[in-house]
């Protein structure tokens, strides 16, 4: 007798999913990421009827599957709203091919959209600054640059197209690795604040959400590759040397040892974060006194970098 899906009991699997043990044909598959996504907002309470959603899009397999998903969600729900932006960092060699591949897809579901570069909001490519960087022999890595100017720049972006929620598609995989790199970092702390839906403390803050936060990397990949999504499968020329890297090899060595164990990872920390959160302290945030934006401090990191930046440069 020839194997059927475990869900339809019809057609052939294409897909056998270890840590559930389910065989899943292409359509079953697709529906279940879907349903995974459905379940995970409501789980999380990400989003409200009449939200108005902006998606950060690199061009990358998980944006543009959270963007197809999203888009499909939408249709279900008249009085939501959604649209796009994509940061363009300016990483030559690197960051065109996505703008490219993002821009058709928006064009194909016919998506409000914005691109904002690095250049434009702060005056310096990624590239530049990760050159000033190095001619000075300190300072931040590439990519703590990159995530404290892209976060800024996508909140930015948000509330000048009036989004009440900033979506981003960072998957099961992103949420493991930052657990364990919090913890390697000894930043037990930060695991109370990252969060699959960040809570409402400034009114300049737009509310992130991550749907994609209980779907495996290697399934927004597969869902990418059923649904024949072009995307971006370059890696960024900065990702080499990070600690997240090795962590991340670790995972997948141990995921394909012992299934289900990303999200055993993922769930701990979020039991870790219930007994944090009753210590943490709330702190009000303040508005930043140069730029005027929401901050912890008098002034913020994003004004920081750059005053930094622009004494190196004279
Ligand atoms: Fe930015 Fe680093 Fe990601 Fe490259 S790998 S896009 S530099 S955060
Ligand atoms: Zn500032």
Redesign the pocket.
Known sequence: MTETCTVCKRKPPVYFRKYSGEKLCKKCFCESIEEKVRATIAKYEMLEFNDKTMIAV?GGKDSLTLLRILHKIEQEFPKAEICAVTID?G?KG??DEAVKLAEQAYAELDIEYTVLSFKELYGYT?DEI?EIARKRGKGL???????VL?RRAMNIAAKKANATKLATAHTLDDEAQTVLLNLFHGDVWRIARVKPVTDEVHGGLVRRIKPLCEVLERETALYAYFKKIRFQSV?????GT?LRNDIRSMLNRMEEKHPGIKYTVFRSAEKIREALEESLEKGELRTCEVCGEPTVGRICKVCEVLEELRINVE
Not at 141 to 147: K, M
Not at 235 to 239: K, L, N, Q, S, T
């Open positions: 690199s960092e990483i690197y960051r990624l990760a890595t590439p990519c703590a640059y990159c995530g892209r890696p960024c020329p900065y990702a990070a």
